[in-house]
């Protein structure tokens, strides 16, 4: 075999190589954020179309704090064996932030793992009445954690996505965690609305924009996450919603 042939044969190898990692790899993502938070983004099929749910963790000194579980069941493992890789942290504690599978599904397995695992009593009492997994924790009121030198609060700022969404504001960072109670700028609708009440949704928002003021970063169920027009494109979808 000539020399140029063998090259190309070569970099041919080693190009079907990286795709097929990168095909391996397209169940979960993981994009540092800022400072030491990371969206990791797992893919369920909802309603025949694959949708990207995004999570989001926080490794601090005394280990790793993550917000809401994968929606695909496949990564709950994936999940922690990609943390301890990367940062040879363990995972201490993860709080979700409604009742819905792509924020609850892996609570079980994470409690098993010996992660503590919360939700706040409303979403306790929805999972414990449709039979979805629960928290071995319970969130009496709006709480302030801190965890090796990071801050972080929960807020109930009413129904909205669901009877029960929450959000986390990471106050130093600036961050505001809105789960599916934030629609991102790529959304064309509200999405699943099984669970919603599209009348309050619009106060709910207005009471986390009030309490929470000019985050740098805002982070949705679904979607982009990279824009800071995601609150005010959530109230415009639900500003022509009602008005149907």
Known sequence: MSTIKYVTLLFFILFLKQETVGQSN???????????????????????????????????????????????TTQFEPLLDSIKTRHHQNIIMCIATHSHEDRTGGLEYYRKQGIKTYTTVQTDEISKASNKKRAEFLILNDTLYTIGGYSFQTYYGGAGHAPDNIVIWFDKDKILYGGCLIKSVEANDLGNLGDADVHQWPATIKNIQKKFVKP????PGHGDWTSKKSIAHTLHLLKEHLAK
């Open 26 to 72: 397209l169940k979960l993502k993981i994009t540092p954020l800022t400072d030491n938070f990371y969206i990791y983004t797992t893919y369920n099929d909802y309603k025949g179309t694959l949708v990207p749910a995004n999570g989001l963790y926080l490794v601090t000194a005394n280990g790793v704090v993550m917000i809401d579980t994968p929606w695909d």
């Open 216 to 219: 740098e970063y805002i982070i």
